[in-house]
């Protein structure tokens, strides 16, 4: 009967998988469409791509086109919108904590930091700049998000705070981020004390950008701002040169820059380059506000047509489900046929199973209570220098005695003694002799106030066991038990100087029982073999 569950759940899973399996196929495609498209539909295919990956209940691959997305319209101005969509990828990773999930978040968190900046809101933008470094392991990612809160702490005036920051990202390997990282420390040490000289570092950056031919106009932005006040024809020469590289690389927000800055420094041609600042800025608005609304009605049409989809798809499914019930009912149906029969088999099953545990229990009470008994008298009979013959013949007599009650299944009389510190102490002082020392801490009354009598007893075994274990193969010359009780938890640790056991032999070297035992009482014990010489086990278990 199980099987035939299990039958149908596992065609159920594997077509949930299947379905699921052909959905992240899409959305994987759809990404690779995204990443190569070169005709402005990336957050389309982004999108999709999120939905898909929602359907098919992967939340992180969902957050990584979401994060993706919101790259996007932050390239595109929509910068509110891009915050949006970066919280809405932020939701889905919140409880995870896997590297990839971190990664995407120290993303998700460096571009609401950049899109923060843009709107003047300089305290949210430190805020996320440091949950970015908070969130990434990689170590370049690592670097350009201390250099963004560096400038950040720039732009406040926080100059000191700024260089901290970008001193750590210096180590790049990254030739092009090393000009960006040198060109910030530099403008902040330049802020904070205006003797200090930052043109070789500027000059170094700029050599640097020539040299692999991309980020020119941050360095002419430095130069252009640093001759300012100093020398307005070299400010304006490097405004210029600002401009021109920025309409070849058709850069609308370094044009606007530039031109800000030709306004102030070339006043005699004030009129026609404020006239083509305007014209600029009108055209970038009016750009940023239909890619707002373009991004608007991409998720609109898309959300739209899935929701449709998935009508659709529930009006299939009913007529699906219909069938699946029938089908579900035949299954039942032959479920119920073969119940009876299985249920005698399992009945048989049990009480055969039950006489081998019976079987089973005694042999285990014969090993702990006749086999260690015999090799503890043995033990009192090696060390005591004057034999007593009596003696010895009366502890084999109630060995004997306590066997024949383990065959007529009758309670241990000893069990019922409840003077267990002085049974504790006895055992552990029984295996005392002239080449090995034993020592008891801690064992007092208060140690096993409301313990059961099964309990003790599954702990009398184990110490046993282990004390056995000690004769037969230690070597030992000292023997350590040291018990404790903190509020309604007993620990006990067990030491000693042999010659320890090897990792893989610990149970079997004498100490089978010994695991059963302490997980019979809800307990743990952990062997530390792995000091130079020695033994060390930690057990501890509760109370009630």
């Known amino acids: ?175 092009l981020k090393y000009a960006m990282f040198i060109n910030n420390m530099a403008r902040a040490k330049n802020y904070e004390d205006k003797s200090y000289n930052p043109l070789p570092e500027f000059y170094k950056a700029l050599k640097i950008r020539e040299r692999i031919g991309k980020d020119e106009n941050s360095s002419y932005a430095a130069l252009s701002n640093y001759f300012f006040y100093i ?78 989809n998935q009508k659709l798809k529930a009006d299939n499914s009913k007529k699906g489900n219909n069938i699946l019930i029938l089908l579900i009912a035949l299954v039942l149906a032959f479920i119920t046929l073969l119940w009876y029969r299985k249920r005698q088999i399992s009945l048989k099953q049990e009480n055969e199973i039950k006489l081998k545990n019976d079987q089973l229990r005694i042999s285990k009470k014969v090993h702990d209570v006749v086999a260690n008994g015999i090799y503890q008298v043995m033990t009192k009979i090696e060390n005591q220098e004057n034999f007593d013959k009596e003696k010895a013949l009366d502890e084999l007599e109630f060995v004997y005695e306590k066997s024949r009650d383990i065959s007529y299944e009758k309670t241990d009389p000893e069990n019922e003694i409840k003077d267990w510190k002085e049974k504790i102490s006895n055992l552990i002082a029984s295996f005392k002799n002239e080449r090995t020392e034993t020592y008891t801490v801690g064992n007092e009354s208060d140690i096993w106030s409301g313990i059961s009598t099964s309990t003790f007893e599954d702990i009398y075994q184990v110490i046993r066991e282990l004390l056995v274990n000690m004769k037969k193969h230690s070597q030992a010359s000292r023997v350590v038990f040291k018990f404790e009780r903190i509020n309604n938890l007993i620990k006990i640790q067990y030491t000693d100087d042999g010659i320890g056991i090897p990792g893989g032999m610990v149970y079997k070297n004498g100490l089978t029982n010994t695991g059963t035992r302490i997980d019979a009482i809800r307990g743990e014990i952990i062997f530390d073999n792995k000091s130079e010489k020695g033994l060390k086990v930690n057990i501890s278990f509760p109370v009630s």
């Open 1 to 175: 009967m199980k099987k035939i569950f299990l039958i149908i759940l596992s065609i159920l899973l594997f077509s949930c998988n299947k379905k699921n399996s052909e959905k992240i196929f899409i959305a994987k495609a759809y990404v690779d469409k995204a990443k190569t498209d070169t005709t402005g539909s990336s957050f389309y295919y982004f999108n999709l791509a999120k939905n898909l990956y929602f359907d098919a209940k992967d939340s992180v691959e969902a957050a990584r086109s979401l994060v993706n997305m919101a790259i996007i319209q932050e390239s595109k101005g929509d910068y509110y919108g891009s915050i949006e969509t970066s919280l809405e990828a932020n939701r889905c990773l919140e409880k995870k904590q896997d590297s990839l999930s971190r990664r995407i978040l120290a993303s998700s968190f460096n571009n609401m930091a950049i899109c923060s900046s843009y709107l003047y809101n300089f305290d949210e933008t430190i805020k996320f700049y440091k949950k970015a470094i908070q969130y990434s392991d990689d170590t370049e990612n690592k670097y350009m998000y201390y250099n963004n809160l560096g400038a950040a702490l720039i732009t406040l005036g926080k100059y000191a705070d700024a260089q901290k920051n970008i001193q750590l990202s210096l180590s790049t390997k990254d030739s």
């Open 231 to 308: 020398d307005k024809s070299k400010a304006l020469y490097y405004a210029n040169k600002m401009l021109n590289t920025a309409r070849k690389n058709s850069s609308s927000e370094d044009q606007l820059q530039a031109l800000q800055k030709i306004i102030n420094l070339d006043p005699e041609n004030y009129l026609k380059y404020f006239e083509q600042f305007q014209a600029l800025n009108d055209s970038v608005q009016v750009s940023r506000s239909k890619a707002k609304n373009q991004f608007a009605t991409i998720r609109y049409d898309v959300e739209k047509k899935n929701a449709d």
